[in-house]
């Protein structure tokens, strides 16, 4: 059975970073294609990061050139390293997994019916 477990999140000023993590088990890391997504209350879930199985990575346009997607295949875990943080990126933050080799709607792995697997969420708040 595939778990992931977020950690990382926590309080920070406008500005500062934080680096997200996602430790999954029972799969193989490098086979899947894996997402951060983010909920803010009231705000439906939006996908921040992506990378797909052959390592390709894909952004929303908010978070361009301040977040970075990486995975660590050896740890089987998943980051987001988050950069000039502002007080509207304050959420959930969820990691999300999925063994297909491409999207199966929409087109892109930045939409969270594409995935199957799912973390509990870290929180992040960022004040201003």
């Known amino acids: 059975q595939v778990q992931l477990v977020e950690s990382g999140g926590g309080s920070v000023q406008a500005g500062g970073s934080l680096r997200l993590s996602c430790v999954g088990s029972?799969?193989?890391?490098?086979?899947?294609?894996m997402g951060w997504f983010r909920q803010a209350p009231g705000e439906e879930r939006e996908g921040v990061a992506a990378?797909?199985?052959?390592?390709?990575?894909y952004y929303a346009d908010s978070v361009k050139g301040r977040f970075t997607i990486s995975k660590d295949k050896a740890k089987d875990t998943l980051y987001l390293q988050m950069s000039s943080l502002k007080p509207e990126d304050s959420a959930l933050y969820y990691c999300?997994?999925?063994?297909?080799?491409?999207?199966?709607?929409?087109?892109?792995?930045?939409?969270?019916?594409?995935?199957?697997?799912w973390g509990q969420g870290t929180q992040v708040t960022v004040s201003s």
């Open positions: 990378i797909d199985s052959d390592g390709r990575t």
């Open positions: 029972g799969y193989y890391l490098s086979s899947y294609s």
């Open positions: 999300a997994a999925d063994y297909h080799k491409s999207p199966q709607y929409g087109g892109s792995w930045l939409g969270s019916n594409e995935y199957v697997y």
